[in-house]
T-cell receptor
Framework: SQKIEQNSEALNIQEGKTATLTCNYTNYSPAYLQWYRQDPGRGPVFLLLIRENEKEKRKERLKVTFDTTLKQSLFHITASQPADSATYLCAAYRPGNTGKLIFGQGTTLQVKP | NAGVTQTPKFQVLKTGQSMTLQCAQDMNHNSMYWYRQDPGMGLRLIYYSASEGTTDKGEVPNGYNVSRLNKREFSLRLESAAPSQTSVYFC??????????????FGDGTRLSIL
C-alpha cells in the first residue's frame, strides 16, 4: 500500500532563510500531491496542490516540486517568518479513490526571529 | 461562512461508554471524511462518504460507525469506547463535482480522552 513519509524531526531555521520540507512516497506515483498547514489545536488548512505532470507550482512565498523519478515532493518557504511556524502535512491522491487522501505524519517547522 | 463545524470540542469518556461526534459543513460539498490523528501517526482515515447516502470504510474503521444524515451532516459513533480510541478526531469535506484531487476542508477537531 502507498506510504507517505515526512521527516519526523522538527526543522529549525532562522527568520529570512528558506525552509525546505521533504515528502517521499513509496509505491505508485500519486496523481496529485497536496500540502497542508496545521497549527496547534486546529485542523489542517490546504496550501497547494501539484499534479503528477507538473514539475513546480508557486504561490506567493511557497513553492512545491514533484519529482516522479525520486518519488519525492519538496515544499519550500522563502523569506521565512516566525508566523510560518507550524506543522506541514503532505498528502497523496490517486484517481478513482473517491477523493481519499493518504497523509504523511507531518514535519514541524520552527522559524526563529 | 463557518466551513466545517465539529461538536463537541473536548470530551472525556469512561471505557465502555458510547458517544456520537457531530460534523456539519455549509459548503455544499458532496464528500465527507472522518480521520483520527495520533502523535507520530499522521491523519488516518476512519470512514468516508463519497456522496449523500453512501459510506465506506477507511484505514481504521474498527470500533466506529458513521451516519451520513444528509448532505450537510456526517456523524461518527463510538458504541463502546476503549482507551485505544483516545485521539483527536477531525472531520473534513471536499467538492468532487469540480473534479478529482480537490482539497479537503477540515474542522478544528474533537479531543477525546477515554479513561
Amino acid at each position: 500500500s502507498q506510504k507517505i513519509e515526512q521527516n519526523s524531526e522538527a526543522l529549525n531555521i532562522q527568520e529570512g532563510k528558506t525552509a525546505t520540507l521533504t515528502c517521499n512516497y513509496t509505491n505508485y506515483s500519486p496523481a496529485y500531491l497536496q500540502w497542508y498547514r496545521q497549527d496547534p489545536g486546529r485542523g489542517p488548512v490546504f496550501l497547494l496542490l501539484i499534479r503528477e505532470n507538473e514539475k513546480e507550482k508557486r504561490k506567493e512565498r511557497l513553492k512545491v516540486t514533484f519529482d516522479t523519478t525520486l518519488k519525492q515532493s519538496l515544499f519550500h518557504i522563502t523569506a521565512s517568518q516566525p508566523a510560518d511556524s507550524a506543522t506541514y502535512l503532505c498528502a497523496a491522491y490517486r484517481p478513482g479513490n473517491t477523493g481519499k487522501l493518504i497523509f504523511g505524519q507531518g514535519t514541524t517547522l520552527q522559524v526563529k526571529p | 461562512n463557518a466551513g466545517v463545524t465539529q461538536t463537541p470540542k473536548f470530551q472525556v469518556l469512561k471505557t465502555g461508554q458510547s458517544m456520537t461526534l457531530q460534523c456539519a459543513q455549509d459548503m455544499n460539498h458532496n464528500s465527507m471524511y472522518w480521520y483520527r490523528q495520533d502523535p507520530g501517526m499522521g491523519l488516518r482515515l476512519i470512514y468516508y462518504s463519497a456522496s449523500e447516502g453512501t459510506t465506506d470504510k477507511g484505514e481504521v474503521p474498527n470500533g466506529y460507525n458513521v451516519s451520513r444524515l444528509n448532505k450537510r451532516e456526517f456523524s461518527l459513533r463510538l458504541e463502546s469506547a476503549a482507551p485505544s480510541q483516545t485521539s483527536v478526531y477531525f472531520c473534513a469535506s471536499s467538492d468532487r463535482r469540480t473534479g478529482d484531487g480537490q482539497p479537503q476542508h477540515f474542522g478544528d477537531g474533537t479531543r477525546l480522552s477515554i479513561l
